[in-house]
Structure formats: structure tokens, C-alpha cells
């Protein structure tokens, strides 16, 4: 059996699965050290199944905590950054563009250094392996602990940084390296600023991790233990120490990936409404659909593949106002939905209210909604119907009708079917849909690169893309039988000689047992 | 326009000018907005100049980047490569640079003589040589009315440098291109060295200001909850050369066709009409920027007139590259000023160049 754990920044939630049977699941607080909140999650569904620790096969845990960290500037460490490149790129400080305050949190140690490849494979300059001594021995000096390192065309050849991370080791071995290659996609400016959020993640990454592993152990659970990562896959518990910053988009990707779990459906548009907003999102063959566009994290641009979600101001705590014309959200209660609704003995009129009041559900004190203007109510679930629809036409590509899954607290707004939506679903469980998310996740291995057709053949180069996407999930843990290619996507770039066209697969597998 | 200063508040609007007259190509501005930002912070002080305060004497060299975006995005354009190719122009042509010019409006190359204008105290000219962006650097209206793209310097971040002569602008190209591969396809080049009088009469003028004008008018909108587009329409009716622009249609990516070409990226985008444009198709085809917008057999607008596909709330606009089905988009359609639109100019960058068979008519005609 399996456990789901999704820390989010109110709730931490827990499931427990018996292969694709959910036994029991819960809702508890978000703690502090995180730790207590995870370890009270998890007794609860134990409790609530009476299944013994050691029949937990894995515990596969998703978490914001990271995302958090960037977007709140707190328990970020200060970061060495080194850029293999000169001559080239001598124009562009890392950096640049950074929000001052994330900037201040991690300092400004930059170090420019020889290196780098061109599109065609050829060294920009040799490593110039003394200067790269220098700087690991000031970085040393100036007792920065965490180093990132960055070179241009790293996702075509990433030899200078692996050699530079050795180098560096050499002779600062305390120090905690981010290599560019291992985490981003061509773009030297965002996949650098991913390596150097990474870089800044380290410490609370080992106290996170450290504390889930800490978990485990007061539970008696002996079972490997994953994270989820952006695109819905699992990563050792080991990797995400070393990467925390793949887990930022791993939120919406877990709750969508739950949703067609639970409703099974592998296309279709999922609707989470929660307290303050509704994210939309498309699955596609069971998963995400993803977004094409620079995504910026804590007002840092990145090329991390991400979700491509709407979000919307509609929730269960959105303020509602205006007699005639009535407006919905953005703005919200929050968390503080059960003090000041009216239902809960409070004096804002929420979205929720509006549900109690029209019958659709009956939540705290009725009679607190019984004087409300029938004819208001009506026409304020209107409207939250209505932006519901709009924010699902949106996401979808055609005009034709698709079925849709609602998941979330919020999906007691919705009354009745919706406009260009064929079948809606409401899972059981739904409100649990991350942890679910998290139980059932696989693990993938993914390719990004360019190559060149006319050396190597069209055929050839997405076999070899295919090979090697394969090999990193049985890295990840994939069991290899099970490994399957979703995705292969070929983009031709403007210009290059030689046929050159970027070729990205991507591959995933159920996590091998034991 | 009197002479100005660049300065970092104008540089959001001028970067999402700078990608309007992209027309979906020209590299992404973002790299080339990021290194002027640098040179800003710096204390940099660049001025853009009006075009009649030009001498007719004066010496005018243009500077850019050539290469793929692909590249661009991973080398750095080098601010000192560009530097040195103008001052390798320079002493082939026996003379100090007294400014500088865009050969290029669109994308990346519009903001890349603000960073040697930066580098070097040389004011730069409002204007370029293209009104947008164009794939080939023959496309310029400098070239269309007799100045000679070369001699054209290539050169890289190791001093590696090439110079092209060559008889015609098109064989200057086909030349160029061939370095810039051997260079990591991303060259800095220095080309069309003109008199301050040629700039006047064969430059495509006002274009610097206009992008910021364009960037301007998208963001005041945004800020004020009034819609973009109708704030676009209304800049190009008060703009300095009066011109023609109108949302041609609204719609959703449903389908989308790339392939590679000789190095290009050729394809097309259709989309299903929403809102006003409901119960209709729009096909739009591409070689590196947006060429044509057709419904059924009926033209919306031609290259060279602007055709520019915007998100259909923000009005950001939107790359050949950053394209994506189930976007809502407005496709825009912008007229260019005379000077691109003489036979001569047509024969250069109009519809027959790049293969398309129906004849050039002006967008206002069409819509």
C-alpha cells in the first residue's frame, strides 16, 4: 500500500492507497516544522484504515514549500555563481533582471569564467581549469557554501560543468553544487536563474527532506520515499535534496493527475476551486498540458515546464457584492472563511453564503442566509457559474464540448451543468485530489536537446532521444517494462544549418517495488 | 519628435514595441531589453535623435545582431563585438561614425544600437531600415533606394572578424550567412554605412519612438481597465504618420503546421473565430515573422503591411515560437508607411518575394 502526502500552505493532506483503492483519507494542519504536520497526517490514515506500518510499500509526498521559500524570500541561503562562458555573454550580468530584495537575500557573487559551447558543439574557450581553482578557493574564503554553475549550450554538452563541479569540489569540499544542465532547458538566462534558486534552496531543502525522512522513521514506516516533481513524477527523496526547485509547479500538476485518477478520465478540463481561487487546467493523455510561455516564480523568469493553468478570484471565502449586477471575487476571506462568512456568525457575504442560501448545500448556520433577496442569490450563482465557464473556454482548443472534473472544497458553487462542458464529474474524494495525486505518481526521465537531421537522420536522433529519455526514468526508478514515451515533440529552429531541430521526450514508468 | 534620452522607465514599453513590430519574429527582445537595462543601471547615457537633426554629411552606421534567436538566447549578443565592428567600418571607411542606426525595428536588433549608442556616446538615429522585422538583411529600405549593405563586418567574441564586399545586397547575404554559421550562428555586424542625407531619404522613419509609442498606448490601456486594442487604434489615428490598423479577427489556435524549410521557420496557424469573428477560420502563414492572414481565398493583410497576433486581453504580442494551441488571440493588422509599400520596396520584401502568389494590396483596401 501507498501514502499520498500533499503540504500545501494551509493543509496537509493524507491518503492511503491499496493499488487503486482509496482506504482512507484526511485532512490536517500544515505545521510549522512541517514535520508534526506530516507525521499527525499520516498516523491519521493509518488509524483510520488499521493498516500496519510495514505494509506501506512507498510514501510519495508533494509540497510547495519550495515555491513558498522563493516567493516569500525566507530560509533562502546566500549563493556563489559561477558562468562558464568568456568571451561570450560578457554583456549580461546574472541577475539582471531579479526582484533587489531576492537579490539582497542571496547576495551578488558573481564569477565569470572561461568556457562554454557553440550550437555546433565546438568549445567557446577550453575550461581553463587554475581560474576555476581561484574562484572556488574565494568562493571558500568568502564561506559561501552553495554554488551554482552555469554555461552556455550546458543541455548540448554539460562535460565543463560536471568537470568545473569537480573541480570546485576540489577545492571547497563543503561545497553544495547546482549544475545548470540538470535542471533547465535551452535558454542560458532562465536556466541559470533556476540553477541559482535551486542554490539558494539547499539548506531548507536538506531540512525539509530531512524532516520527512525524520517522519518516517518516528512512524515506523521503512519504505522508500518520493517527491513530486513539476511534470506529476516522482523523484527519489535523495534527487529533490539536490533539486528542490523541480518541485514548484508541483501543486496543480498533482491535483490535476488526481483528478483523472479519480474520475478516470485522461481528457478532459479539471476545475479546483478552493478557497480564494479556481485553477483550470487541461489534461491530455492523463496529464498536464503544459504552458509554452516564460513562467516567472517569485518574479524570476524560468523556462521549467509548467502546467498551463488559469487561475481565476473565485472561491468558497470570494467576497460577493452589489444588488443588481452582482460581482464575485477577487478578493477573498481566505482562511478565515469559518469566522467571517455569514454562516460561520461572521459579517461578509462570501461565496459560500450564496451556496448555503440558494439550498445547494447545508454548511454552518442557514438561518444566518435566510434573509438574503432570493432573486441576488440566484443571480450570484449565475455569475459564479458563468466565470466558471469563461475560464473554461479558455482553456479549451475547440469549440466542441468537453467533459470536465471538479475537484476542490469550492465544487459545492456548482449547481448545474455547464455551458461547452459534455459530462461533468465530481469524484469522490475529490477534495483530497493532490494526495491522490502524489500516491499515484510515476516516474519519468525527459530529453531536451538539439540536433542536427542531416548529420544524424530524423529517425536516428528521436530514437536516440527515445533511448536516453528511457534510461533517466529507470535512473528515477522506473520499473523498465512498464516505460512508456508519452510525449515527443520536435521544434525546427530558424536558421541553423544542417536541418537542426530541438527534440524533446519525455518518458515515464511505474516506480519499480523494493 | 525632438532629440530624447533613453531611460529605464521607457524600457517595458519600448521592449513591447520592439515585439509588436516583430510581427512574430525577430528574436525575442528580452535578452537585447536585458543587456540595455544593464547598461542603464550603469549610468548609461544614450540619446535618440531625430532624423532631421542629421547633417546631410553626417556619417550614419548601422549595427545588429545576425544569426538565429536560438543562438541569442544561449550566446549573448556581445556589446563589445558590435563596438569593434563599428569601428572596423569606420576605418574602412576613413571616418568617425557620427550615429548610429536600426537596420531592424522588430525584436531583438531595435534595441542593439541603444547598447552601443550606450558604449560609445554615438547618438541614435529614430528610425530603421526595415519598419518591423524581416529574415534577410537585403529587406532594407536603405538597400531598396541605393545604399550598399556592405561593406559588412562579422565578427565574434574572440576578435575573429570577416568583411564582406559584395556586388549586390543579396549576394552580401548569401556571403554573410555562410560566415555567421562558421561564427556559432550568432554574428555582431556592422553593415549599410550611409551619409546623414541617405539615412534621411532612405530610412524608414520615426520607428524608435514609434515602438515606444506602441508599447505606451497596450500598457496605459492595461492600467487604466480600458481595452488595448481599441488604445491601439486610437495611437495609430494621432500617430506622427498617420497609419491604418484594425483587428482583422478573433480567435483560438486550432491548428498549427511548422516545418523547416532551408532554416526557416515556415509554417501556419489557423484559428476559430471567437467574439465578433465567431463561426469563421483565419489561416495565418510564417517564415520567421507572420507573412499573410487569409480567410477562405479572401487576403486580410500582406506582407509588408504589419500583421501581428496579440493575446486577446493583454494584447502582449505573441512570437511564431510562443504560439500554442487554445490561445486566444486578436490578430491585428497595421499599415506600413509609403516608403515600404514603392515597387521597388515590394520587390524586395513583398508577398512574390517569399513565394506567395496573390498580388500586394494594401490592408486598408483589403479589410
Known amino acids: 500500500m501507498r501514502i499520498g502526502v500533499d503540504v500545501g500552505g494551509t493543509n496537509t493532506d493524507a491518503v492511503l492507497m491499496d493499488g487503486a483503492t482509496v482506504k482512507a483519507s484526511i485532512k490536517a494542519p500544515t505545521t510549522a516544522d512541517v514535520g508534526a504536520g506530516v507525521v499527525a497526517a499520516i498516523e491519521g490514515v493509518l488509524a483510520r484504515s488499521e493498516a500496519a506500518p510495514e505494509t506501506i510499500t512507498g510514501v510519495m509526498i508533494g509540497t510547495t514549500q519550495f515555491t513558498n521559500a522563493i516567493v516569500e524570500r525566507r530560509r533562502l541561503v546566500p549563493v556563489a555563481i559561477v558562468r562558464l562562458a568568456l568571451p561570450a555573454t560578457e554583456s549580461l550580468n546574472p541577475l539582471i533582471d531579479w526582484p533587489r530584495d531576492l537579490v539582497d537575500t542571496i547576495g551578488r557573487n558573481v564569477y565569470m569564467a572561461k568556457g562554454g559551447y557553440e550550437v555546433d558543439g565546438r568549445e567557446i574557450s577550453p575550461l581553463d581549469e587554475a581560474e576555476i581553482a581561484r574562484i572556488a578557493r574565494d568562493i571558500a574564503a568568502k564561506g559561501l557554501e552553495s554554488v551554482a554553475v552555469s554555461s552556455v549550450f550546458a543541455p548540448l554538452n554539460n562535460a565543463q560543468e560536471d568537470r568545473a563541479a569537480e573541480l570546485i569540489r576540489a577545492e571547497h569540499p563543503n561545497a553544495q553544487i547546482t549544475l545548470s544542465n540538470e535542471i533547465g532547458r535551452v535558454g542560458l538566462i532562465e536556466r541559470e536563474n533556476a540553477a541559482v534558486m535551486n542554490a539558494a534552496l539547499v539548506s531548507l531543502s536538506a531540512k525539509v527532506v530531512g524532516a520527512f525522512r525524520d517522519s518516517l522513521k518516528e512512524l515506523k514506516i521503512d519504505a522508500p520515499f518520493f517527491i513530486s516533481q513539476n511534470d506529476g513524477t516522482l523523484m527519489s527523496a535523495a534527487y529533490v535534496e539536490r533539486y528542490p526547485v523541480l518541485t514548484f509547479a508541483s501543486g496543480p500538476t498533482n491535483s490535476m493527475r488526481g483528478a483523472a485518477f479519480l474520475s478516470d478520465q485522461e481528457n478532459a478540463v479539471v476545475v479546483d476551486i478552493g478557497g480564494t481561487t479556481t485553477d483550470v487546467g487541461v489534461l491530455a493523455r492523463g496529464f498536464p498540458r503544459e504552458s509554452a510561455v516564460a513562467v516567472d516564480v517569485g518574479g524570476v523568469r524560468t523556462n521549467f515546464r509548467m502546467p498551463d493553468v488559469l487561475a481565476i478570484g473565485l472561491g468558497g471565502g470570494s467576497l460577493v457584492r452589489g444588488d443588481d449586477a452582482i460581482t464575485v471575487g477577487p478578493d477573498s476571506v481566505g482562511f478565515e472563511l469559518t469566522e467571517k462568512a455569514l454562516i460561520f456568525g461572521g459579517d461578509t457575504l462570501t461565496a459560500t453564503d450564496v451556496a448555503v442560501a440558494s439550498g445547494l448545500v447545508d454548511i454552518g448556520d442557514r438561518s444566518a442566509v435566510a434573509g438574503l433577496n432570493g432573486a441576488a442569490v440566484q443571480r450570484g450563482l449565475e455569475t459564479i457559474h458563468m466565470m466558471v465557464e469563461d475560464a473554461i473556454d479558455r482553456m479549451k482548443t475547440s469549440a466542441d464540448p468537453v467533459p470536465a472534473i471538479l475537484v476542490g472544497g469550492g465544487s459545492i458553487l456548482i449547481e448545474r451543468d455547464l455551458a461547452g462542458v459534455s459530462t461533468l464529474s465530481v469524484p469522490e474524494h475529490s477534495a483530497v485530489a493532490n494526495a491522490i495525486g502524489a500516491a499515484i505518481a510515476q516516474v519519468g526521465g525527459e530529453v531536451d536537446r538539439v540536433f542536427s537531421y542531416e548529420q544524424e537522420g530524423r529517425e536516428n536522433a528521436i530514437a536516440q532521444a527515445k533511448d536516453e529519455a528511457q534510461a533517466k526514468a529507470v535512473d528515477a526508478g522506473a520499473e523498465p517494462a512498464s516505460i512508456e514515451i508519452i510525449e515527443v515533440e520536435e521544434i525546427p529552429l530558424a536558421y541553423l544549418p544542417g536541418a537542426a531541430c530541438r527534440v524533446r521526450v519525455k518518458a515515464v514508468g511505474d516506480l519499480a517495488e523494493g | ?367
Open chain 2, 1 to 367: 519628435m525632438p532629440t530624447m534620452k533613453m531611460h529605464l522607465d521607457l524600457l517595458p514599453d519600448f521592449l513591447r514595441g520592439t515585439a509588436f513590430l516583430g510581427t512574430g519574429g525577430g528574436g525575442d527582445p528580452y535578452v537585447g531589453g536585458l543587456i540595455l537595462r544593464q547598461k542603464l543601471e550603469e549610468g548609461a547615457d544614450i540619446t535618440i535623435m531625430d532624423p532631421m537633426e542629421l547633417d546631410d554629411d553626417d556619417f550614419v552606421v548601422s549595427v545588429a545582431n545576425m544569426g538565429a534567436p536560438t543562438v541569442m538566447v544561449e550566446k549573448i549578443p556581445s556589446a563589445h563585438a558590435m563596438v569593434e565592428c563599428l569601428r572596423s567600418i569606420e576605418r574602412e571607411k576613413g571616418r568617425k561614425a557620427d550615429a548610429l542606426i536600426a537596420a531592424e525595428a522588430g525584436g531583438i536588433n531595435g534595441t542593439l544600437p541603444m547598447v552601443v549608442g550606450a558604449m560609445t556616446g554615438l547618438p541614435v538615429v529614430d528610425g530603421d531600415g526595415m519598419g518591423r522585422a524581416f529574415p534577410e538583411l537585403q529587406m532594407c529600405t536603405f538597400g531598396v533606394y541605393g545604399v550598399p549593405a556592405s561593406p559588412i563586418v562579422l565578427r565574434d567574441e574572440h576578435g575573429n572578424e570577416v568583411i564582406v564586399r559584395a556586388r549586390s545586397n543579396l549576394e552580401s547575404e548569401w556571403f554573410a550567412r555562410v560566415v555567421c554559421t562558421r561564427m556559432g550562428t550568432k554574428s555582431e555586424i556592422a553593415l549599410y554605412s550611409m551619409s546623414g542625407k541617405e539615412a534621411k531619404e532612405t530610412g524608414v522613419l520615426y520607428t524608435t519612438t514609434l515602438a515606444m509609442e506602441i508599447g505606451r498606448s497596450i500598457r496605459e490601456a492595461r492600467e487604466t481597465q480600458s481595452d488595448p486594442f481599441t488604445g491601439l487604434a486610437r495611437y495609430f489615428e494621432t500617430s506622427r504618420d498617420k497609419r491604418f490598423c484594425a483587428v482583422l479577427f478573433e480567435g483560438k489556435v486550432v491548428d498549427l503546421l511548422r516545418e523547416t524549410t532551408r532554416g526557416w521557420a515556415i509554417g501556419r496557424v489557423i484559428f476559430e473565430g471567437i467574439g465578433e469573428s465567431t463561426g469563421e477560420r483565419l489561416e495565418v502563414r510564417f517564415q520567421n515573422e507572420f507573412l499573410v492572414a487569409q480567410q477562405g481565398k479572401r487576403m486580410l493583410g500582406m506582407v509588408p503591411d504589419l500583421i501581428c497576433i496579440l493575446d486577446q486581453e493583454n494584447a502582449e504580442p505573441i512570437t511564431t515560437e510562443g504560439l500554442k494551441y487554445g490561445q486566444r488571440v486578436r490578430v491585428v493588422g497595421v499599415s506600413v508607411p509609403p516608403v515600404m509599400r514603392t515597387p521597388e520596396a515590394l520587390e524586395v520584401f513583398g508577398p512574390k518575394y517569399f513565394g506567395i502568389a496573390d498580388v500586394y494590396t494594401p490592408i486598408e483596401e483589403l479589410v
